[in-house]
């Protein structure tokens, strides 16, 4: 790999701007906020790809990250109106969701005992109903039942709205979430931070600057968190930059961030569903350049249920390393959106020889990353597939 950058640069059919760029990549220095929007405007797929493989065989390897988890979504009801999203419902529309109980959600919880999962991933619609001693009890009654089960939960928009409830700061909010159980902060809810998009398209929910500020006070309690970016709808170039150059600073000051997920607009069923969805070069050359530009993040995901299982494969060579998880149909934001997948779940087995398809090492990890299997060498016995908790069919 050095000798195809190095191929790179010195090649007479790219400009100087491109060559200038792979050797920074080779040399390990920083990409500044220009030379990504150049990356945008310019990169073309080849290019990238090598640049981000680079970077991602330097750090992991052939080394490809999943995890065994499923997710709880309290409610799809929710007093924000985003644009871009096919998921909720207005509390007019209360007939067409759902709202899950405190015990709903522990029976989901129970329906996993003696299963191998190790993450549930809770994330759902803001109501008021759900506060700070609601989720506070549901943590704390989790993590009593079933220690070993990482709960990663709640994104900044709904820690922004029950903490303004109850009248607390974002750092004792975030205290009491964690002494409640909570052990990770999901990406969600990032959107496009630049306020010229995010006002079109997510203007009730909180700013860009309250989005990162939560990340902040639950990085200085030594806990990780995520970050995701919603990308291939309104936005230019430029604002994916700027994006990226915002988490990019945060993590330079909290280190706390552990995985960038890019997410691909889907148009179904939602206020812009006269924007046309992104093309799957588009989608490679995102993935690519965000692993150029983030150098601070250890890992790049791709939600193998948001873009398709082939492309989730074609990512790996794009800066990517890995997918997500097995999912066991747990959750309805990416079919509702008209994803390609409208049930989305893959058994261990099935996973495992989808990274092993294109030549790539597949390694069970835990939450943070923590090595759980290797499946390199791994055969499987006959593997009977459970029958998983389903959630409500929407008409």
């Known amino acids: 790999m050095p000798d195809t950058l190095q191929g790179l640069i010195n090649s007479p059919r790219l400009s100087p701007q491109h060559r200038a760029i792979a050797a920074k990549v080779?040399?390990?220095?920083?990409?500044?906020?220009?030379?990504?929007?150049?990356?945008?405007?310019h990169g073309?797929?080849?290019y990238l790809g090598i640049l981000a493989n680079y970077i991602r065989e330097k750090r992991h390897g052939d080394h490809t990250f999943f995890n065994r988890n499923f997710h709880i979504e309290p409610t799809n009801l929710c007093v924000y109106d985003c644009k871009f999203c096919s998921y909720s419902r207005l509390l007019k529309q209360r007939s067409e969701g759902w709202e899950y109980t405190?015990?709903?959600?522990?029976?989901?919880?129970?329906?996993?005992?003696?299963?191998?999962?190790?993450?549930?991933?809770?994330?759902g619609g803001v109501l008021p109903q759900y506060d700070v001693p609601f989720y506070q009890e549901l943590f704390s009654r989790i993590r009593n039942h079933r220690p070993d089960l990482h709960i990663k939960a709640l994104t900044p928009v709904e820690y922004h709205y029950i903490f303004k409830k109850a009248k607390i700061s974002y750092a004792e909010g975030m205290?009491?979430?964690?002494?409640?159980?909570?052990?990770?902060?999901?990406?969600?809810?990032?959107?496009?931070?630049?306020?010229?998009?995010?006002?079109?398209?997510?203007?009730?929910?909180?700013?860009?600057?309250?989005?990162?500020?939560?990340?902040?006070?639950?990085?200085?309690l030594g806990s990780r968190s995520n970050a995701t970016m919603l990308y291939g709808h309104i936005e230019k170039f430029w604002h994916r930059v700027d994006h990226m150059e915002r988490l990019r600073t945060l993590q330079d000051k909290t280190g706390g961030f552990q995985t960038f997920i890019p997410l691909k607009f889907r148009n179904q069923d939602n206020q812009m569903s006269h924007v046309p969805e992104s093309t799957v070069i588009e989608d490679l050359r995102n993935y690519a350049i965000a692993r150029i530009y983030l150098?601070?993040?250890?890992?790049?995901?791709?939600?193998?249920?948001?873009?398709?299982?082939?492309?989730?494969?074609?990512?790996?060579?794009?800066?990517?390393?890995?997918?997500?998880?097995?999912?066991?149909?747990?959750?309805?934001?990416y079919s509702m959106a008209g994803a390609e997948e409208q049930h989305p779940g893959m058994t261990t087995?099935?996973?495992?020889?989808?990274?092993?398809?294109?030549?790539?090492?597949?390694?069970?990890?835990?939450?943070?990353?923590?090595?759980?299997?290797?499946?390199?060498?791994f055969e499987f016995q006959d593997e009977v597939k459970p029958q998983f908790y389903k959630l409500p069919v929407l008409n």
């Not at 220095?29 to 929007?37: D, H, L, Q």
């Not at 959600?105 to 991933?121: A, L, R, S, W």
């Not at 099935?350 to 060498?377: A, C, F, H, M, S």
Request: proline share 3%; net charge negative.
């Open 175 to 220: 205290r009491l979430m964690q002494e409640a159980g909570l052990q990770s902060v999901p990406g969600g809810g990032a959107e496009i931070f630049h306020p010229e998009v995010r006002e079109l398209i997510a203007k009730d929910k909180c700013t860009a600057d309250q989005w990162l500020a939560i990340h902040e006070e639950w990085h200085k």
């Open 26 to 41: 080779l040399q390990n220095e920083r990409v500044t906020f220009e030379e990504g929007v150049f990356l945008y405007e």
């Open 349 to 377: 087995k099935e996973l495992v020889e989808l990274i092993k398809q294109v030549g790539r090492v597949p390694i069970e990890r835990d939450t943070l990353y923590n090595v759980v299997t290797n499946y390199q060498d």
């Open 102 to 123: 405190m015990d709903d959600m522990f029976n989901i919880v129970k329906k996993y005992d003696g299963q191998p999962v190790t993450e549930v991933h809770i994330v």
């Open 295 to 333: 150098d601070n993040f250890d890992h790049i995901k791709a939600y193998w249920a948001m873009i398709s299982r082939n492309t989730a494969q074609l990512s790996l060579n794009f800066g990517v390393d890995d997918i997500d998880g097995t999912l066991d149909d747990t959750t309805k934001i």
């Open 44 to 46: 073309e797929l080849p």
